[in-house]
């Protein structure tokens, strides 16, 4: 239940934070779209008005364009992430269970 949690609140994360990411991703690759000839205005002069353009260009949905994908990368990420963790805990537990053993019998 606990890598349910932790992967449904890293889906969420992303999908909060997509805007931002998006808005970031335009300002970095603008000249290239305009080398490329994609991008038919001139560049983006900040994030407020990149915001303000793919909302009024593109619309509202656009802010979440390839936030499945970016979802997707991530999941794998959580889950070796959340195993490990779980997996160290067990180790930790077991290696202080070894170590009270051993100083006991010391004593």
């Known amino acids: 239940k606990f890598s349910a949690d932790w992967v449904m609140a890293a889906a969420a994360s992303k ?3 997509a805007p931002i990411e ?3 991703l335009l300002l970095q690759n603008q000249y290239e779209l305009l080398k490329r000839g994609l991008l038919h205005r001139p560049p983006y002069t900040g994030v407020s ?3 303000k353009r793919v909302l009024h ?3 509202i949905l656009a802010f979440w364009r390839g936030n499945q994908a970016n979802v997707l990368r991530y999941f794998p990420t959580q889950v070796s992430l959340s195993l490990s963790l779980s997996r160290f805990v067990d180790f930790c537990s077991e290696s202080l269970a070894f170590w009270r053993k051993y100083l006991s019998l010391i004593e």
């Open 15 to 17: 999908t909060v934070v």
């Open 49 to 51: 008005d990149c915001f």
């Open 57 to 59: 260009e593109e619309g």
């Open 22 to 24: 998006r808005a970031k």
